[in-house]
């Protein structure tokens, strides 16, 4: 047998399984302090129908938002004690599906805050590292070693994240963007 790719060597090289551990209670509590800093945040289904009118077809149901205040409300709470349940190491592959499918569910409500868009805002690492654990590899806190990809995998994302955002702003701005104009501008 020929010895390992170097790809595989990076997503699959056995390492101690505290740091899915850590990388489980890390993404758990994100989420839990970007959701808890928004306690109003299932309030925005009680926006006015035309709110709701004015999205897509495709998109609301891709986001499952159906403007239900009762039910967002409801799933609110499920969603924190999923995180919570997840944290803690509580049936974990079930625990961090649930969390990210309602991640998923409340991004676009959490960029309603910031931007028009539900992508990169402060749900979406959290989201796919949880959905990364629940498809990852047995989990059981301790020393044993296990396959390193979901860690990785988070890793590579968050390198992607912030590369590609300085590729844009080289691309389009040159390296004049980290200028002090550019950047008193910015800050005005």
């Known amino acids: ?108 409500f959490e960029s309603v805050i910031w931007t028009p868009n539900p992508y990169l805002r402060g749900l979406t690492i959290p989201l796919l590292a949880l959905l990364f654990i629940a498809f990852g590899p047995p989990h059981r806190d301790g020393t044993a070693l296990v396959s390193a990809w979901p860690v990785r995998a988070v890793q590579v994302v968050l390198a992607q994240m912030y590369f590609f955002a300085g590729y844009a702003k080289l691309l389009t701005s040159g390296i004049a963007w980290a200028g002090g104009e550019n950047i008193g501008r910015y800050l005005q």
């Open 1 to 108: 047998m020929s010895e390992p790719s170097s790809w595989n060597a990076f997503w699959h090289r056995a390492e101690p399984a505290i740091n899915l551990t850590m990388l489980r209670i890390v993404a758990s509590g994100t989420a839990l302090w970007v959701l808890l800093s928004r306690p109003s945040l299932p309030q925005i289904a009680s926006w006015p129908r035309p709110f709701y009118d004015s999205i897509p077809a495709g998109t609301r149901i891709r986001y499952g938002l159906f403007a239900d205040t009762f039910l967002e409300q409801a799933l609110f709470v499920v969603l924190i004690g999923m995180l919570v349940l997840a944290a803690a190491g509580v049936a974990v592959r079930a625990t961090a599906f649930a969390s990210a499918l309602l991640l998923y569910h409340f991004a676009p």
